[in-house]
């Protein structure tokens, strides 16, 4: 066999020599006698083989990067190694599959073993349940094996020992009875049933099999099910699935706390929740021949009872620890689709009936201090008792469609308030309704942001917050709608006051009331202002009252002030306009929010010879005409007021 050291050393000489040709007869005749030594093969082991092989790869790539660029020699060179390199692998093949057929036939002669001394003990539970215990665990270990035949036989072997195991451990015992627990022989009863938790059922089988323990104590109950409600009899009525859910549940109630008693931690760690679930396994016998044969408005009504029955059994029992069978048939595909489909009509025919109600608009007290529809807290109603109805089942699928759900419900509420606000006007009581029902909703979803049941459901639909993507809907209709009224009453302000804005401040008599061309687009303002304040909610009526404010006073006020020219009289008529006007908003905020225009206004209006006073030494000294503006406790920029006094034509 070609080694490192052989090739190592043609290399070498090679490097030293000018005659290639005359180095690779050299290798050639190394090879030669390599060749004479691959009957060594067959002595080593696997990974000797593969140690050889990776020592073999490493020199010919050091081989290949003195013969570089020499093609003739590469092509030599890889005709030179591919025999041994192939004898190699044949071997390591060979080998790994005599490996593989030397284990096959130990597990073979593994079970054949087992199965001699399983029956050599005549069925005997204690001296059969190690041999048993310990196929069990191979089965387990070998799950992840791709001899599929060699699993199958260990599972037969396994299923048949158990099997025997079964029979043999429950005719040891008599028929239990739970009046047993009562009796003298209880210490011989509890005896048995702990033998019968040991034989644990075959792993990963596929089976269905429950623990022994488990069977043997629900074997009574078992036939008392089937009695009442699984026989032609007055107890079995398809219609009243209440019946047996309740008496599982009482039988839930009353025999754990029989089995804490008596069997103390080994029932509470092993085997509680195998009782429950189990118990439950009946009503899934019941239901799953029943569920084909009910109508839509029985099937409405095995889910109202099945979600009752589940919130009882969490007051008992946790529903995170167990396996609920009734919940797996009803999230099974179809059934799962029927039950979404009839929760989706019921939810929105409630929805259209709250809609179409004459009493829809009707006032009701938010706990924000402001109004609401009734429409809105029927709708939010309908979408916290949509969700309260699976919250208790720890079925993250579940939940994620009744979230769904909820979504639909809050959506389809948003387009009905769209399409209402289109037929109202900014001044309708109603409008302002919508309003704050919409502040209402976006308030209410921000507490549900805290509810862990929310939170992890909203995780699971990729939102940072509970119904993110409906708040935001939410939000670019409330902000429309706070501009459609803004820009409504602001409209109508000015077209009342587009007389005014045209007046002459010049020629202007003396008077001490508000300008005739102003008062009509005042009384508007304080009307609207009054409306706005007596129904919206405090944080709207706020931001609207302050951008409207705002807005008069910079389009109207200011711009009057800034290209007109005034009197004295016309300059004080101003004032009065401008204290007239700000006065409505003083009733919802403090003097200082005007304070730049009132400012304005009283340098405007300033007396004729204190104005020239101070627009004679200000043009020369803006610090005196500072020293003047603090003594007459104006807070303006020097600047400013001169601009402002320029507009004065008789200083």
Known sequence: MIDENDITACINQLKSLSDIPESLQFFHGEYEQAKAKLNVVSTETAEEHRSRKVRLQKTIREAKKVFRGNDDVLAKLAEIVKPPTATINDCLVAMNDASKLASYLKWLAYLNESHGVFDRQNGDVERCLPTYDE?????????????????????????????????????????????DF?????????????????????????ESNINLGIEYLLSPLKVQFKFHFMRKVKTNDIKKPEWYLTKILSWIKEYQGVFEDVFGKLFLETSSSLFVEQ????????????????????????????????????????????????????????TLKRWLQLETISAFEFLTNIQSDNDKFDRRDSSYNYEIPLMTVRMLTLVKAT????????????????????????????????????????????????????VYV???????????????????????????????????????CRYSIQTSLLTKVNNKLSSYLKQSWVIHRKTDSISASASEGLMILQQ???????????????????????????RIFEKILFQS???????????????????????????????????????????????????????????????????????????????????????
């Open 279 to 334: 118990l439950c396994e009946f009503a899934v016998l019941k239901m799953r021949d029943d569920l084909g044969k009910i109508d839509d408005t029985l099937f409405t009504h095995y889910v109202d009872e099945i979600l009752k029955f589940h919130k009882e059994l969490n007051e008992v029992t946790d529903l995170t620890q167990i396996r609920l069978p009734l919940m797996e048939l009803f999230t099974r595909e179809l």
């Open 135 to 179: 196929l069990n665990c191979y089965c387990s270990w070998m799950e992840d094996s791709r001899c599929e035949n060699l699993k199958k036989i260990m599972k037969e072997e396994c299923r048949r020992q158990y099997n025997i195991l079964r029979t043999n451990a429950l005719k040891q015992g008599n028929p239990f009875k739970w009046k």
């Open 182 to 206: 009562d009796t003298p022989t209880v210490d011989k009863t509890k005896a048995h049933i702990k033998s019968l938790f040991e034989i644990s059922e075959p792993l990963n089988h596929g």
């Open 528 to 554: 609207a202002l009054s409306l706005f304040n007596n129904n919206l909610s405090p944080d709207i009526f706020l931001e609207l009252w302050s951008s409207s404010a705002k807005e008069i006073l910079e």
């Open 387 to 438: 969700g309260e109805r699976v919250r208790s089942i720890p079925s993250s699928a579940l939940n994620n469609c009744f979230y769904t759900l909820q979504a639909d419900i809050l959506k389809e509420h948003l387009i009905f308030l769209t399409e209402s606000v289109k037929k109202l006007g900014y001044n309708d009581e109603k409008y302002l309704l919508v309003i704050n029902s919409v």
């Open 442 to 480: 976006l308030m209410v979803i921000e507490e549900w942001s805290f509810d862990t049941h929310f939170i992890k459901i909203s995780r699971f639909e990729e939102e940072e917050v509970p119904f993110g993507k409906i708040t935001e809907l939410y939000k670019v209709f409330l902000a429309d």
């Open 565 to 651: 020219n005034f009197n004295y009289n016309g300059a004080v008529q101003y004032k009065v306009d401008i204290l007239a006007f700000t006065g409505i908003f003083q009733e919802y905020c403090s003097p200082a929010f005007f304070s730049r225009i009132h400012t304005m206004a009283q340098v405007i209006s300033l007396p004729s010879e204190t104005a020239r006073l101070w627009k004679g030494e200000g043009a020369h000294d803006l610090s005196t005409l500072q020293v003047l503006m603090k003594e007459g406790n104006v807070n303006l920029k020097s600047p400013d007021a001169l601009n402002i006094l320029k507009r004065r034509s008789d200083i």
